[in-house]
């Protein structure tokens, strides 16, 4: 039986699979240095119940940007693990951005559906559409205010 999966299937980029050997092998570095790194910080693997580090397909894309950045723009170990903060960061708030927008775009839907009136003490009220405000006493007006007409 073979250990990898069936042709259609993909094992997720950040589900944990490759031990310490396998995984210092696909990022080309010795796995004294894996280990180096995870003390550091740099990528920090799953651990089995035994304590055994696992490495994502992530973790080892994170570790090969971490030998580039070391060897070829002699990126401190201190700046490198600055650099995968900022990108966390990073990837947080254009997370939070997405949510946001989506949250943007339902209120500016609803926009067009709101309707304000005066209440009976005269304050403004929001309404749904094709409800009434509370009846006033003879005399009063209803102001109804459509900022898309």
Do not use: C
């Amino acid at each position: 039986m073979s250990a990898r999966p069936n042709d259609g299937e993909r094992v997720p980029k950040d589900q944990p699979v490759y031990v310490i050997s396998v995984a210092a092998e696909l990022a080309g570095m010795h796995a004294q240095t894996l280990r180096q790194y995870d003390r550091l910080g740099l990528v920090t693997p799953s651990r089995t119940r035994g304590g055994g580090r696992r490495y994502s397909a992530h973790d080892v894309e994170l570790l090969r940007q971490v030998q580039r950045l070391s060897q070829e723009e002699g990126v401190s170990l201190a700046g490198i693990q600055r650099i995968l903060e900022l990108e966390h960061q990073v990837e947080a708030l254009q997370s939070r951005v997405a949510e946001l927008s989506v949250q943007v775009e339902a209120m500016r839907e609803q926009r067009g559906r709101r309707v304000f009136a005066a209440g009976p003490d005269g304050q403004i009220v929001a309404l749904r559409p094709g409800e009434r405000p509370m009846r006033r006493p003879a005399g009063t007006s209803l102001v109804v205010w459509r900022p898309d007409l």
